[in-house]
């Protein structure tokens, strides 16, 4: 009588435990002494896309990518240790991967005999997703640095050329063909200074400071920095900017940023179909908004491609040629000058972002 109340006692424990289990938020299963899985609670189940019949017939290596199955011990050497922890990937039911922590922990009775395994699981997605924005914090700020030093070289040179060409044009006032060359000489060094100091204005970076700006004017300088790149590149660019827009309050040098990276995911978009057009149309939206319409004719995207556009680190080009953070940190951006961003496209014929912003009164 004395142990069927001991098994009872000992079944009600186990249910109570696995009550709890499941209202944790970390993934946790519990694996036979072979390593198949015999429960798993709903985080884990969220955390695959399976659920806990499909889970259950599954073998643990069967939850990681291959890759990642390499760095999991065999189960004979998990019993062995009695325990073991290390970074996997699962792969999920939908065949998309995910970054995690796993800790295997060999569950033994009163005398030491083994009963199964537990799992333990914590999500690294964020974790992974900030080490990867620091790094690449790291990369701009020293591209910054880099760039306000060779815009500095270059002007030294420029100016010299300048004021000798001003000084050669003041001597040969009389000689129209060679006052013209020399015009046309001033004229280019003075365009390439101006970009110059412009980079290294913006190369300097925020201060996070918001005054009243023309929204023109930012989207002028964006193209100062890019326009001889499109031309390069096949790309026609059309500006229809309202004159005498109302101000918005604006850190021009954040602003710059957002306008900057829609440029240089247009022209990605346009040099996969040989060049074509960028249109940018600034106008005031009434009651008191400034618009302004981005548009490409370039390659557009797919309904499930542009869903995900702005998430951090989600970009369809190859590897080395996009961080998938230039959208994500300019929809930030976008929001903290309370305005709204938004984006419309069609497969093979064009993408076109609207931007809003609030007027400054």
């Known amino acids: 009588m004395g142990d069927k109340i001991q098994q009872n006692g000992d079944i009600y424990q186990t249910k109570e435990l696995l009550r709890v289990l499941s209202c944790l938020q970390h993934p946790v299963a519990l694996l036979n002494l072979k390593g198949t899985i015999k429960w798993a609670n709903p985080a884990l189940e969220r955390l695959c896309g399976y659920n806990q019949e499909e889970l259950k017939r599954k073998k643990i290596t069967s939850l990681y990518s291959k890759e990642s199955r390499k760095n999991l011990p065999k189960i004979q050497e998990i019993l062995t240790k009695d325990s073991w922890q290390g970074d996997l990937v699962v792969l999920k039911k939908d065949k998309t991967e995910s970054p995690v922590s796993v800790a295997l922990q060999v569950i033994r009775d009163d005398e030491g005999k083994l009963l199964s395994i537990l799992k333990l699981i ?6 992974k997703a900030m080490e990867k924005q620091l790094i690449q914090s790291e990369k701009l700020i020293v ?26 044009l003041s001597n040969h006032q009389n000689d129209p063909e060679l006052k013209d060359s020399l015009k046309r000489i001033e004229g280019q060094t003075t365009r390439m200074m101006k970009i110059i100091q412009h980079l290294r204005n913006f190369s300097r970076g925020s201060t996070g400071m918001k005054e009243p700006l023309s929204i023109n004017q930012i989207i002028e300088n964006a193209f100062t920095l890019l326009n001889q790149q499109l031309k390069a590149h ?57 618009e302004i319409l981005f548009s490409d004719t370039g390659i557009g995207m797919p309904p499930h491609i542009k869903n995900h556009i702005f998430e951090p680190f989600f970009t369809t080009k190859e590897a080395g040629k996009g961080t998938g953070l230039g959208l994500s940190i300019s929809h930030r951006i976008i929001k903290d000058h309370r305005g709204d961003i938004s984006v419309t496209s069609t497969e093979g014929k064009g993408t076109t972002f609207v931007l809003t912003f609030p007027v400054y009164k």
């Open 122 to 127: 914590q999500e690294l997605t964020s974790q």
């Open 143 to 168: 591209i910054g640095t880099l760039a306000a030093g060779v815009a500095h070289e270059l002007n030294q040179p420029l100016m010299v050329i300048r004021g000798y060409t001003q000084i050669l």
């Open 234 to 290: 096949n790309i026609e660019v059309i500006k229809e900017l309202t004159q005498d827009l109302p101000q918005i309050m604006a850190d021009a040098n954040q602003l710059e940023q957002v306008i900057i990276n829609l440029i240089v995911n247009a022209r990605d978009a346009l040099d996969q179909k040989g060049g074509g057009e960028i249109k940018v149309v600034s106008r005031f939206k009434k009651p008191d908004k400034v």
